[in-house]
């Protein structure tokens, strides 16, 4: 379905509001931190825009925004539209909140077409999918499914040092609603959750697609806040005396990108990566060997044999590095995620309604983690459609151009159209 200039340049002042309402004047970029001012307001901004252009406006005990377009029967199972609207510090501005906003234009193109389908359409704007803040996954989507452990809440968020139990009462939340387990999306009330999404790298860029069809989301594990302890030494000593930590923690980390290299060889995909990566700032210096080294790991794969492997092949890693320096090595809490696999079903309408738009595209697999997997893990099929960005992602540079956005969403409402007679 061809949607009409004039919503084209509706997601572009959409997008513009959005920038201008969260610049950060410091960093660069967008900052709409989780739980906090940045998010609220872009969550503010499109329940705005929402009720203005006659959507219903709802919330759960996550403060995730529903803006639903009533169905004929509305207690058949729901469609969910949805993405992120938090970012990372300093980040772009669409990662995350092209998805809202084309869930958006593609209800308005519905409702100018004089198109009510079967089921209510909600399009979520999630909250807290940023992990980097609390350090936790899918804290909006797993909140709303049931999924999120009591223990999450007390996670602290990075700058604040305040919990997300505070942070979530503060903008309207309900923690207690976690800790009781409720659920306010399940597979008895969706029947599917449709995400766009910017690709967060320049696959679409050097293959030159516009867009793509997702199918499947990376599953996981994770060690935030790993800590090895050496010696602090005098810069003078000999190399047989040392129990150097930074050097260790340099070893786990060539040692991970030497699997990752082999694996890649090997043509099976994978992706690690080191964030944190630091001695301690209070005792650190030009002539002391350190004694202490910090250090986070996110191991990701598409395949959950993949994941045993890989960690235990991390495992071993840590043994050796362990004795080849005389250090100890405290992995600290561990995290995971698991693998969501696109729903086939879902996956080939997506490519037949841009084959029926005459669009070019291809598949391809995500990089990166998305509330979709969340869903999956729920039992709720999702679909998905990347937008070409050249530049990447979590960073002040993300490319999307409008009319890459609108193809997307095109294919996306061309879905709903054929969605009619499906209940």
């Not at 969706?190 to 995400?195: D, I, N, P, T």
């Not at 930590?245 to 786990?252: C, P, T, Y």
Request: net charge negative; aromatic share 6%.
């Amino acid at each position: 379905m061809r949607i009409a200039d004039q919503l084209h340049e509706q997601a572009q002042a959409l997008f513009d509001a959005l920038r201008t309402g969260s610049l950060d004047h410091v960093r660069g970029g967008v900052t709409r931190d989780t739980y906090g001012e940045g998010e609220a307001f872009a969550h503010v901004l499109l329940a705005q825009h929402a009720t203005q252009i006659g959507l219903e406006v709802r919330h759960d005990h996550m403060r995730n925004t529903y803006m639903v377009l009533p169905g004929v029967d509305r207690s058949l199972p729901a469609i969910v539209i949805g993405s992120h609207l938090d970012s990372v510090a300093g980040g772009g501005n669409f990662d995350g909140a092209a998805g809202v906003v084309s869930g958006l234009i593609a209800l308005q193109a519905l409702m100018q077409s004089g198109i009510k389908l079967p089921c209510d359409v909600m399009v979520m704007g999630v909250r807290a999918e940023e992990s980097i803040w609390f350090q936790v996954s899918y804290i909006g989507s797993r909140g709303a499914l049931g999924r999120l452990q009591a223990e999450a809440l007390q996670a602290r968020r990075i700058d604040t040092g305040r919990t997300l139990a505070d942070h979530l009462r503060e903008a309207g939340g309900d923690p207690e609603a976690v800790q009781r387990g409720e659920t306010f999306l399940s597979p008895k009330n969706v029947r599917a959750f449709m995400e766009v999404h910017i690709e967060q790298a320049p696959s679409l860029a050097l293959t030159g697609f516009p867009i793509a069809i997702g199918t499947g989301v990376p599953g996981n594990f994770r060690y935030p806040k790993i800590r090895i302890k050496g010696e602090y030494g005098h810069v003078g000593l000999g190399r047989r005396f040392r129990h150097d930590a930074s050097l260790a923690g340099a070893d786990l980390t060539l040692g991970l990108d030497a699997i990752w290299a082999e694996w890649e060889r090997q043509g099976r995909l994978m992706a690690c990566t080191v964030g944190e990566f630091h001695t301690n700032s209070e005792r650190h210096g030009l002539t002391v060997v350190p004694g202490e080294f910090s250090m986070s790991l996110d191991v990701r794969a598409y395949d959950p044999s993949d994941l045993v492997e890989l960690e235990a092949a991390f495992l071993a890693l840590v043994k050796n590095v362990e004795k080849k320096r005389g250090v100890t090595i405290d992995l600290g809490p561990r995290a995971s995620a698991e693998v969501a696999q696109a729903d086939p079903v879902l996956t080939q309408q997506l490519r037949d309604c841009a084959q029926a738009l005459s669009l070019p595209y291809c598949d391809l697999p995500s990089p990166a983690s998305h509330d979709s997997a969340a869903f999956c893990a729920a039992g709720i099929p999702f679909g998905f459609i990347f937008i070409r960005n050249p530049n990447g992602s979590h960073h002040p540079d993300e490319a999307m151009a409008t009319e890459d956005f609108m193809l997307a969403t095109e294919v996306l409402t061309q879905w709903l159209v054929t969605q009619q007679g499906d209940d």
